[in-house]
């Protein structure tokens, strides 16, 4: 895939950190732009993979913990969650390809997150060097709020809706997402614990470069302890990204290929386990909880309400 | 007020981890420069020739917005075009200078050989390729200077017999570093 396809990663990227970097330097924000638009097609995809990774695996954290729902009663709670992948050394590099006419043999080199990127030399004197890290930080960053309501047949319902506008060069982002969690334990004999699975589906665009879906099913655990639920579950997830864009810039000689490129790509992030614990202070609800799979993601959300 | 108070707490709460130390922007930029290609045009009922034309090496970085630190060229490409004579199956002599230096000797490949756009640096092609790694030196020195120079291109060669009738496509392949 020619070169221009990678300005439709760089934007859609960009805007990711836009999102979550919201406080960032203009400068910051078009380097990552204009950082990923330089990678071949194929080193591009491993470029970006622990955004992509980071960004499904935060999309997919900090659902309701507690596997508590009763047969009936009233569940009505605002949260602020926020959740974030940590960013280690498997996310600061990968093994990418370099042009010709360097040996086509897989070098590593840095990630979005990671250092310097790596250089080649030929025996001709001539050099390429990859691209270089543009993100140094711990950990990527998330936060939505979510509403939940239940317990209706030992149902519960979690919604997620943020509309944000266009703003200045900013385009539109949303984000939808409807989970359905329902107790499993009040078919059980009694148990000493509470058990409930729950799907989870999720839309994510920002204005027309991208769009991306992820879904969750889970199986959850609780103990609850006066003020006190200790929480764990496992989940299967995914999360896709559709990164649409027509290249305006230049193409090499004699290259006519199409302009207009979509390009499908997936976070690795397929199972997790999680451990948690939350705190009910009448109306305030703390949670906080740790998630382990293909990258590891920390949540803490905020609630109010009963 | 009411969209307002919503988005300025989901803002809060992002702060809240943009706080945990985010850097963005760390490293210095590596970008793909604008290839720059200059055609040469060969015709000539000799079997000999020896043309010339110039490349703005300024066009390498025309695109950017961003301040350029430094250039450095990673790939020279040779693309025969228009060729009316002699066959595809000829084999000639060539040598490509730049501002006088040689950069390659090119012995004993035919014209189809470059029919797709060919490095001068590929391994398949090391032993019809000699590359002088002084001319590589001086193209990068000349990379260096600010503001980027006009450089001639070169190409001199013979083939068996005549007529020559075909265009010569030198493209240069650079990487530009910007300032972080």
Known sequence: ?306 | MKRTFFTGTVLMVILFFVAAGCDVSVNPLVFDGSPISTRIEIDTEQNTFEYSNSINLNAAVVDFDDVVDSISVYNVTLKVENRLSPSAETPFNAYLYIDDVKLADINGLTFAAFESEQSLFTDELLEYITINLNSVESLSTKLAQSPLPTVNVKVAGNVEEGPLTFDLLVTLYTQVYTTP
């Open chain 1, 1 to 306: 895939m020619p070169l221009y396809t990678k300005k439709i990663v760089s934007r859609a990227s960009l805007i990711f950190l836009l999102v979550v970097f919201l406080f960032s330097s203009s400068s910051g924000q078009n380097s990552i732009e204009e950082t990923i638009e330089q990678l071949s097609s194929d080193n591009v995809r491993g470029y970006i993979q622990p955004l992509l990774d980071g960004f499904g695996a935060n999309i997919n954290s900090g659902f309701p913990g507690s596997a508590r729902i009763r047969s009936s009663g009233l569940t009505f709670r605002v949260q602020f969650v926020g959740m974030g992948m940590l960013v280690g050394d498997s996310e600061k590099t990968f093994f990418a390809t370099p042009p010709q006419p360097f040996p086509q043999e897989p070098v590593e080199t840095a990630t979005i997150f990671g250092g310097e990127g790596t250089t080649v030399t030929h025996q001709s004197g001539v050099r390429y060097k990859f691209q270089n890290g543009q993100v140094d930080t711990r950990i990527l960053p998330f936060a939505v709020p979510q509403l939940t309501v239940g317990d209706f047949f030992g149902t519960q319902l979690t919604l997620r809706y943020v509309p944000l506008p266009s703003i200045s060069d900013f385009p539109e982002v949303n984000l939808f997402g409807l989970g359905v969690r329902h107790s499993v334990s009040q078919y059980l004999p009694v148990t000493p614990i509470d058990i409930a699975a729950g799907v989870f589906y999720q839309t994510f665009s920002i204005g027309e470069f991208m769009d991306s879906k992820a879904m969750a099913l889970s199986l959850q655990a609780s103990k609850t302890l006066l003020l006190l639920t200790l929480y764990g579950g496992v989940q299967y997830e995914t999360a896709d990204v559709n990164l649409s864009y027509t290249y305006t810039g230049p193409l090499p000689p004699g290259d006519t290929s199409d302009r207009n490129i979509s390009l499908d790509l997936r976070g690795d992030n397929r199972f997790r386990v999680t451990a948690g614990a939350g705190l009910a202070l009448g109306i305030l609800h703390l949670h906080t909880d740790i998630s382990f799979g293909a990258v590891t993601v920390v949540s803490a959300g905020l609630g109010f309400g009963i």
